[in-house]
């Protein structure tokens, strides 16, 4: 039986890597380009470190890692029997794989407080895990691709994050729509309806309106203690049609009475000003049904859809100001994003906008005719190299029509034919396998050509 991976996992090929590198390499410029700079924490951490950050949905997702040893010595036959499935996991497992990377950003400025500048800038390229169903655009284990800003409550960093997503996505040609909300309007809807104990009962499930509808909306919230007067009092928001001036016009009224709400509401509206005076391309929505299900988030929230292919969410974040509380470093401000690269990949291969000389690498191959001119070959290619040209020298003396196939097979644009008359003339025949095109030309204007 033929070896294989585990469901929601995936091989990347060569090709396929240099499409994703396309895509980390372009969202790793933008983040350099407003000054972030690059981090990296553990695949697993503590599991006390996970716990109780993402919400009891997000809990039941968490991959957690048996402890090393005998691992059921601390478990007896009683609590084996007695404790839920959760519970048997608390004593069996220390450690998890990281559900995303924020968390773990968090108990990194903690744990390093001392060393930091606030505000700290700061993005991370890794992989994550999940323990949920796999579908389409949904994986167990992918990567994301997250900015942060620690140390500073200014809605201008807001202003900037949304900047680079606007920016990121017109490098690649993606049109999208950028969603924002406010968790201190939904705090304030929640305490207007007169269910303030309820907001992460509702923020959970207004965020699945788009998969589950209104009635399953409602269905989720009759279940979780709402009434239908209450649910009622939902409608004409979640039905908000109109300008985000209009909108934002009818939601102060709604929330006259909320301070809270009235606070979402402003902060709402100076992050749209600002981005409106930047951004004269990308269209910025306020979307009260935004709700963005994990529980951290405490003042704006992001969402990013595509628009011209069906999938989920393929950027999303938000200001989480309390976060780094948890471990015991209270009152420090974060607003981050996070670029969900599997599904970028996915838009992009289905929009077809990747580079078409993406997947090329090697530039230029000198084929071999024996020992001898190998040997030469080898000194032409340390040269071209040296020039930052990437250079391949084919390994056996086979017959030239194979050797031709392999270069066709790779897409390398430029074949090096090196024999006795070319040892002899100190010069290299240069087949340009694009044209058919072919020259002599000595190494330093082999060099000049394929640097042009």
Request: proline share 3%.
């Given at each position: 039986m033929k070896p294989s991976i585990p469901k929601g996992t995936r091989d990347f090929t060569p090709e396929l890597m240099a499409r994703r590198n396309y895509?980390?390499?372009?969202?790793?410029?933008?983040?350099?380009?407003?000054?972030?700079?690059?981090?990296?924490?553990?695949?697993?951490?503590?599991?006390?470190?996970?716990m109780g950050k993402y919400g009891e949905e997000g809990d039941k997702l968490l991959f957690k890692i048996l402890n090393s040893g005998d691992f059921t010595r601390s478990v007896s036959t009683e609590d084996y029997d007695r404790l839920s499935a959760l519970q048997l996991a608390a004593k069996y497992c220390e450690k998890g794989l990281r559900y995303d990377l924020t968390v773990p950003f968090a108990r990194f400025v903690v744990q390093h407080r001392e060393a930091l500048q606030m505000p700290f800038k700061r993005y991370q390229i890794q992989p994550v895990w999940r323990a949920d169903r796999p579908q389409k655009g949904r994986y167990r284990e992918f990567y994301q691709c997250d900015a942060d800003i620690v140390g500073s409550d200014s809605l201008i960093n807001e202003v900037e994050l949304m900047n680079i997503v606007a920016e990121v996505f017109k490098r690649f040609g993606i049109?999208?729509?950028?969603?924002?909300?406010?968790r201190k309007i939904l705090s304030g809807i929640a305490d207007v309806i007169g269910a303030a104990d309820r907001i992460v009962d509702i923020t959970v499930a207004i965020d699945k309106l788009d998969k589950i509808g209104i009635d399953g909306v409602k269905d989720e919230l009759r279940s979780a203690g709402l009434s239908d007067d209450q649910l009622a009092m939902l409608d004409p928001i979640i039905a908000l049609q109109g300008t985000n001036a209009a909108k934002l016009a009818t939601i102060r009224d709604v929330l006259a009475q909320s301070e809270t709400g009235l606070l979402g509401c402003k902060e709402v509206e100076t992050v749209l000003s600002g981005l409106g005076a930047l951004d004269g391309e990308t269209a910025f929505e306020l979307d009260l049904t935004l709700a963005r299900g994990l529980n951290y988030y405490t003042g704006c929230i992001f969402e990013v859809k595509a628009l011209d292919v069906a999938i989920g969410s393929i950027t999303g974040g938000g200001r989480y100001d309390n976060l780094t509380g948890i471990f015991g470093m209270p009152g420090l401000s974060g607003v981050g994003i996070s670029f969900g690269a599997d599904r970028i990949y996915d838009v992009l291969e289905q929009l077809d906008l990747y580079p078409a000389d993406i997947a090329t690498t090697t530039r230029l191959i000198f084929l071999n005719f024996g020992p001898v001119e190998?040997?030469?070959?080898?000194t032409l290619a340390k040269a071209t190299r040296e020039a930052g040209?990437?250079?391949e020298v084919y390994p056996d003396a086979a017959k030239m029509k194979k050797q031709m196939q392999y270069a066709n097979a790779m897409h390398i644009?430029?074949?090096?034919?090196?024999?006795?008359?070319?040892?002899?003339?100190?010069?290299?025949?240069l087949k340009n396998m694009l044209t058919g095109e072919q020259q002599t030309l000595t190494i330093a204007e082999v060099i000049a050509c394929l640097q042009s």
């Open positions: 895509i980390f390499r372009t969202i790793r410029e933008v983040y350099a380009l407003y000054g972030f700079q690059q981090i990296e924490t553990p695949a697993m951490e503590n599991l006390s470190t996970l049109r999208v729509a950028i969603k924002i909300n406010n190998a040997a030469h070959c080898l040209i990437s250079t644009p430029y074949v090096a034919l090196v024999g006795d008359s070319e040892m002899a003339s100190g010069k290299v025949t």
